[in-house]
């Protein structure tokens, strides 16, 4: 190509330029002093909190975290940072985005976790509700710390079970029974004689009921949340219902009280949870170098004593030796049934004798493995008013669970299981009143189901972190035991009658020793 000048030769190829990998964050200033809010690297004291939190953290492996950035665009605030203001915001009983975001504006202690940075709400929220992985990541993190520090005690362990209130509204809850009621009484209405808004509005209610009915089907669940599936109708200790999560949690150690494993559901009891918490509480000891031939020993309480849990029990009682408590039948602030109950009937192999002491009819196999037996002469029993409202008495029976229900009970028999069972109320309940009592998480704050998860396993990894912290500043040799003990009192129930008495109102006392 020439210009009038002669040939003219193109410029050569520009080098391309490399990119650092590697995403790059937001620096640290805490340590610099602002002209208006200070230097929060001075106002923050030594031995506070807020800097336990950020070396407590600085243990853990964001990697995971940071790999979702890119080394492209503007700089990011550094993940380490935003996970500390979450921790110590939930140590400090900080729950909402929007107050965890005023504070990284004004609150030198979580301006010193922030990296001197204001965060947004919008970035609070999308951390933790995009997180759920790192979460459970880093709460196995924190078991495998605790092994490493000797703090942890396979044959100390406890499953149980809190609730805890969701984001949706109780008119958000449908039951499949309800929906079926409301369905006949909406059909049978005369639709000639309302209006045109009256059988729009009728219109809408039985789209409504239809909808809960065929997902309660589709679902095998007997009621539903509509705007958070992942909760589900729950009776809460207030005697008040409404959407909520059932948290099962396994914990180790009457002193050291440390989250191992833990489950998020909606089930209205503990009915089947015993092996998927066992399991899971399995596999997070062996990820953490415990060896799998040690076996665990795991006290649970009445709420575990069914079919599918005490047979598991009995099925891996070489891995774990698992202590469940029989309820009792009936209590002084529970009336006794109407009918005879389980225990007024004798088993012997296939045969069982009646409260009349009489030999029933059967056995009938059923469906499962299960056996039937109907009564014989129930017309003319003295005892039928006591024992059954139809013509003849039945009485049903699992071989297996009857097995593994015997097998439970000779293993509670023994003095060693007492005494160590007596231990399960001192391990797991100091876990839920840390949570619900000391950090104040009572209610989630988001309805997506990946979220809720997210935020109670945020939870439990900021109790641990905590757990971690205090334990780390116990002086050798220091017990739990010996230390103070704390009460909470809340409304329920049975124990200490005297004070009921005198106060008049019902108390149950959620008592757990405090290693200060």
């Not at 940072?81 to 975001?101: D, F, I, N, P, Q």
């Not at 092994?147 to 609730?163: C, E, F, Q, T």
């Not at 509204?169 to 009256?198: F, G, H, I, N, P």
């Not at 029993?381 to 297996?400: D, G, N, Y």
Request: glycine share 8%.
């Amino acid at each position: 190509m020439t210009y009038g000048l002669g040939p003219v030769s193109p410029p050569p190829p520009r080098k391309p330029r490399r990119l650092d990998p590697r995403p790059h964050f937001l620096p640290d200033v805490s340590a610099q002093l602002d002209g208006i809010s200070g230097c929060p690297a001075l106002q923050v004291p030594d031995g506070h909190l807020a800097r336990k939190v950020r070396d407590i953290v600085a243990q853990l492996d964001v990697s995971s975290l940071e790999a979702k950035y890119s080394s492209l665009g503007r700089q990011g605030h550094a993940p380490r940072a935003v996970l500390a203001v979450w921790v110590y915001a939930s140590l400090t009983g900080v729950h909402h985005a929007t107050k965890v975001a005023a504070a990284t504006k004004t609150d030198a202690a979580f301006r010193l976790l922030s990296g001197g940075r204001e965060i947004s709400e919008a970035t609070l929220k999308r951390f933790r509700q995009q997180s759920l992985a790192f979460f459970q990541a880093a709460l196995q993190q924190t078991v495998d710390i605790a092994v490493a520090r000797g703090l942890i005690d396979p044959s100390a362990i406890a499953v149980d079970s809190v609730r805890l209130r969701s984001a949706a509204s109780t008119k958000s809850v449908r039951t499949a029974e309800r929906s079926k009621r409301r369905l006949s009484e909406l059909q049978a209405q005369d639709e000639s004689a309302l209006d045109d808004q009256a059988k729009a509005a009728r219109k809408r209610k039985i789209e409504d009921h239809n909808a809960a009915v065929e997902a309660c089907a589709a679902t095998d669940r007997t009621n539903i949340v509509t705007t958070c599936p992942s909760a589900g109708l729950l009776k809460f200790p207030d005697g008040a219902s409404g959407a909520g999560h059932r948290v099962t949690v396994s914990a180790t150690g009457v002193a050291e009280r440390l989250v191992l494993a833990l489950l998020v559901g909606y089930a209205s009891h503990d009915y089947g949870l015993l092996k998927p918490i066992v399991e899971a509480t399995h596999n997070a000891l062996e990820r953490a170098g415990v060896s799998e031939d040690v076996r665990l020993q795991i006290a649970g309480d009445a709420g575990y004593f069914s079919e599918n849990d005490l047979v598991f029990a009995e099925a891996n009682r070489s891995r774990f030796d698992v202590l469940i408590k029989e309820g009792s039948y009936a209590t002084e602030d529970r009336k006794a049934p109407k009918h005879f109950g389980r225990e007024a009937f004798t088993v012997e192999g296939e045969t069982v004798t009646c409260p009349a002491g009489r030999a029933m009819l059967g056995p009938k196999r059923k469906g499962g493995g299960r056996l039937v037996w109907r009564g014989e002469g129930c017309e003319s029993c003295p005892l039928r008013e006591r024992c059954t409202s139809s013509m003849q008495r039945a009485f049903e029976m699992s071989p297996a669970l009857e097995a593994a229900r015997q097998a439970m009970r000779t293993r509670m028999s023994q003095p060693d299981a007492k005494t160590r069972y007596n231990q399960r109320i001192a391990t797991i309940e100091p876990v839920f009143s840390g949570l619900e009592w000391a950090m104040g998480f009572r209610r989630l704050s988001t309805r997506h189901s990946a979220g809720v998860e997210a935020e109670i396993t945020l939870k439990l990894l900021a109790y641990n972190l905590g757990r971690l912290i205090e334990l780390a500043e116990r002086p050798a040799g220091a017990a739990g035991a010996g230390a103070g003990v704390r009460v909470l009192a809340c409304l329920h129930g049975e124990l200490i009658p005297a004070l009921s008495e005198r106060v008049g109102t019902p108390f149950i006392l959620r008592v757990y020793l405090d290693a200060a």
